[in-house]
């Protein structure tokens, strides 16, 4: 059964961190590449960060780089999303998500392309105060 679940979430101040982590069904760990996505209230919804099957190869968007970082742990089946140096603007609610790794990249970098993206957890909400 393809499963994705997300946990983490929760409020915190401006400059605070928080680790989100995504623990995903093992026929979509072992074949699908692994990325976060986020929509905050009233926007679309937008790419964060994406880790490729195999290699790991990491790609992030311009507005966290520096400040995230995701990792994978083969033996927990999970993808973490650290988020370190939180901005307002980082709030809304953060959806992990799952397809082969130039689909999940179209995804990251193309708001057309989202909704593409094959399979999605439920989601887990950050907010962050100034």
């Known amino acids: 059964q393809v499963q994705l679940a997300e946990s983490g979430g929760g409020s915190v101040q401006a400059g605070g961190s928080l680790r989100l982590s995504c623990v995903c069904s093992?026929?979509?760990?072992?074949?699908?590449?692994i990325g976060w996505f986020r929509q905050a209230p009233g926007k679309e919804r937008e790419g964060v960060a994406g880790?490729?099957?195999?290699?790991?190869?990491?790609d992030y968007r311009h507005f966290v780089e520096g400040r995230f970082t995701i990792s994978r742990d083969s033996a927990k089946r999970t993808v973490y999303l650290q988020m370190n140096s939180l901005k307002p603007e980082d709030t809304g609610v953060y959806y992990c998500a799952a397809d082969e790794w130039t689909a999940l990249v179209s995804g990251l970098f193309r708001a057309a392309a989202v909704k593409s993206v094959k399979y999605w957890g439920q989601g887990t909400q950050v907010t962050v105060t100034s």
């Open positions: 880790i490729s099957l195999g290699r790991g190869t990491t």
């Open positions: 093992e026929d979509i760990f072992t074949s699908q590449s």
